[in-house]
């Protein structure tokens, strides 16, 4: 098998406590790397979950909003209702 040599930059000090956890592990980061590599291809995708947000963030969010909406008397209030109450405010602005 042929090898390749495979360069990243990285922050310093992410790179010192990556080194310190593999070793923890009983690897280099190398292997570390390796590994994610291998397991890449293997699934054909990322092997963890990449957010923007926090998980549940949507959803809180909503639920947020719903308390939100019961609070201030508009809970189950139709889509067109809704609609005409915020024409109605940009009006008075």
Do not use: H, W, Y
Request: glycine share 4%; proline share 3%.
């Amino acid at each position: 098998m042929a090898v390749s040599t495979f360069s990243v930059r990285m922050d310093e000090n992410l790179k010192n406590e990556l080194d310190e956890l593999c070793a923890q592990f009983g690897m280099n980061t190398s292997v570390a790397i390796n590994i994610f590599a291998r397991a890449v291809v293997r699934e054909r995708r990322i092997p963890f979950e990449i957010s923007a947000t926090a998980p549940n963030a949507g959803l809180q969010a909503f639920q947020a909003l719903r308390v939100q909406a019961k609070e201030n008397g508009v809970q189950g209030m139709p889509l067109r209702a809704i609609n005409r109450e915020i024409a109605e405010s940009r009006k008075r602005k």
